[in-house]
């Protein structure tokens, strides 16, 4: 289970995340929505402490953080708990789709070489890019980079995958392949916490639909509920304002 008690990020002036509460239970899918600059992505980074927390608990396994009193040791572990998918793929330009999935697990899991290879191996065979693992990333659609993305945060065996809106960057035809597979995973109950545009997604994946605005969580229920009778004003506005302009962008 993973445990977010007072996390709070200020960035100069601007608070960010205001004291944020938040349980995830192991096997839950979390859909994170809200608009623009509202913090949710800075949520994700805090967790992986790619930005680091003003204030706030962390807990994640038997895994328990004072983001105040925080050691380099601590933050690694935390890591190897909690896999990160970027929106912009981030991945090693110089390295092929095997490597870049099998360099986490050689620099911060200290596997050997071959045995993270093998793995690497597996993972490409489970994403459907097995013919790839040698193509290097700008040899490979948007679509295939992200899954080789996923892939490399799959291969971490974390506690919780973290996605920072992973179909954002890509042109539509990829989306749902990259949905597809995360939907795959959603159906092994991995722990997942995404935050995304995708509304479709959310209510067909979802166990629960956070709204976010403000730095605050404003809302949060199963989708079948937040979507069809959202109780907070701020979350029926959005709703209505984003489903219009889905509606409206199909053909």
Known sequence: ??????????????LVLDAIDLEIQQGEIIVVIGPSGTGKSTLLRCLNFLERP??????????RL???KVSRREILALRRCTAFVFQNYALFANKTALEN???????VNRWPKAKAHARAREILERIGLADKADAYPASLSGGQQQRVGIG??????????????????????WVEEVLG?????????????VVSHEMGFARDVADRVIFMEG?????????????????????????????????????
């Open 1 to 14: 289970m993973i445990r977010v008690q007072g996390l709070t990020k200020r960035f100069g002036d601007s």
């Open 54 to 63: 003003d204030a706030g608990y962390l807990e994640v396994g038997e895994l």
């Open 66 to 68: 004072d983001t105040q």
């Open 101 to 107: 999935i099998a360099e986490g697990l050689i620099v």
């Open 152 to 173: 490399r945060a799959m291969a971490a065996q974390a506690e919780v995958i973290l996605f920072d809106e992973p179909t954002s960057a890509l042109d539509p035809e």
């Open 181 to 193: 597979l995360m939907k795959q995973l959603a159906a092994e109950r991995q722990t997942m916490l």
């Open 215 to 251: 730095g605050r969580i404003v809302e949060q229920g199963p989708p079948a509920r937040l979507f069809s009778e959202p109780r907070d004003p701020r979350t029926r506005e959005f709703l209505r304002k984003v489903l219009a302009a889905q509606q409206a962008a199909v053909p």
